[in-house]
């Protein structure tokens, strides 16, 4: 599936951050993880494999990728415990009910802030939030590594998501330097 990622440009989890799903995952044990952003499923499965008692609920809006992820979820096994919902995140969140053990948020880099608040509903104190790629290439640190203007509009949001993430007395967070940056939150 790497392979046919790189191959394709089809944007994967690093395999850094591959390593820390497994090793969050042998820490919490989730049961039930929910996950924005499936692309060809690749993360989704290593959830699955991560956290072999986790039910995995993941939206993807391109249908192409949805097709792709769920007969890439068929082959790993994992379809009984995998569910790919096709759609808008923004759209399929307000209906997701109940709570998650981790939410993982890995789809429109300049909506993170949308995501996390549409998911907030489905957190408690034990809820770990995962938030990929938040360096998005160093742009929001320093503006000199941002190449064209619709990278701007994003940096500044992601920059802003830090911010909050950081400074909302509710949540714990730490921003790590795995892959192209990786933020942990918790509820306090
Ligand atoms: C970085 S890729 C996800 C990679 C995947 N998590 C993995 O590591 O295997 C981001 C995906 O989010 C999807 N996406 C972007 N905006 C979205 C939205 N508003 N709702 C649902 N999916 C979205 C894109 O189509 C893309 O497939």
Known sequence: MREFAERTLVPIITRDMERLIYTLCGIKK?????????AIGYSAICYGFAAPEAEITTIEVRER??????ANIEEAGLKDRI????????????????????????????QYRKFFDLCEKN?????L???????YKGMPCDDSFIDERR???ISRRMKDYLSFLSEDP??????LAIGDGVALSYFK
Not at 65 to 70: D, I, L, P, Q, T
Not at 85 to 109: N, Q, R, V
Not at 123 to 127: A, I, L, Q, R, Y
Request: hydrophobic residues 40%; without cysteine; aromatic residues 8%.
């Open 129 to 135: 939030i995962i938030s990929d790629n938040v360096l």
């Open 65 to 70: 990728s949805v097709y792709k992820a769920r």
């Open 151 to 153: 990278n701007k509009t």
């Open 123 to 127: 957190m408690t104190h034990d809820t």
């Open 170 to 175: 509710r949540f714990e967070t730490s921003l």
């Open 30 to 38: 989730p049961r039930r993880i929910l996950e924005i952003g499936t």
């Open 83 to 110: 569910n790919v919902i096709h759609g808008k995140a923004e759209e399929i969140l307000p209906d997701i009910e109940g709570y998650f053990d981790i939410i993982f948020i890995d789809a429109a880099k300049g």
